[in-house]
């Protein structure tokens, strides 16, 4: 069974720093990768999707990155600022209909 | 162009009773998802359903849950006899094919008392 880990489960930066954020996961044979926040009491908002066979995607100030043969993505969030204080989610689909496997996510505050 | 929504947000009920929560995704979107999310969890994945007829129902934790989209478009996600520990945040996505890029809805918070 598909396992999602994300390490750590929060993490505290100032502003301007780049955020690095990680997903690992323990079954390579994945069909794709999105990315997610979560603003407290709210729902997803999609912010990259990596198919299996693409190794990066980038929009804007993010860009994640796929290595499939180690189980791992890496979500990088150039100059933080504190709008972008939120839980971050990385979800992963195993087989052809797409449900996910999510992590518990990783929970980022961004200080002024 | 609206984005999927989910009604009602909050719903509160009594422990035994019926409720159901409902799902519009976005316009032309043949995929949908029902996950739901305990607090400090990542969703979990309840079913999927491509056009009218749901794909896989693996996710459903028991027979008290149903979900119908019985038009392709509007789905139901139905729970009996509720119980406490059904106490989540239900969660719709829809995509446009089951590899595509899923959006989320805004979630129903569900509250057993």
């Known amino acids: 069974k598909q396992e999602v880990t994300q390490i750590p489960a929060a993490l505290s930066v100032p502003e301007g720093e780049n955020l690095v954020l990680n997903c690992s996961f323990t079954?390579?044979?994945?069909?794709?990768l999105q990315w997610f926040r979560q603003d407290p009491g709210k729902g997803l908002t999609s912010l990259l999707l990596?198919?299996?066979?693409?190794r990066e995607q980038t929009s804007g100030r993010l860009n994640a990155s796929l290595d499939k043969s180690s189980g791992r993505s890496t979500l990088y969030i150039a100059a933080s600022q504190p709008g972008d204080s939120a839980t971050y989610l990385c979800a992963v689909s195993t087989d052809s209909w797409g449900k996910f496997q999510f992590g518990a996510g990783t929970q980022v505050v961004v200080t002024p | 162009g609206a984005g999927v929504s989910q009604t009602p947000s909050n719903k509160v009920t009594e422990k035994g009773k019926y409720v159901e929560l409902r799902c519009d995704p976005i316009?032309?979107?043949?995929?949908l998802y029902w996950y739901r999310q305990s607090l400090g969890q990542g969703p979990e994945f309840l079913i999927y359903f491509q056009g009218t007829g749901a794909a896989d129902d693996s996710g459903l934790p028991n027979d008290r849950f149903f979900a119908v989209r019985p038009e392709g478009s509007v789905s139901t996600l139905k729970i009996q006899r509720t119980e406490r520990g059904d106490s989540a945040v239900y969660l719709c996505?829809?995509?446009?094919?089951?590899?595509?890029?899923?959006?989320f809805g805004p979630g129903t918070r569900l509250t057993v008392l």
């Open positions: 996505a829809s995509s446009l094919g089951s590899r595509a890029e899923q959006f």
């Open positions: 316009s032309g979107h043949t995929a």
């Open positions: 079954d390579s044979a994945i069909y794709n």
């Open positions: 990596i198919q299996s066979s693409q």
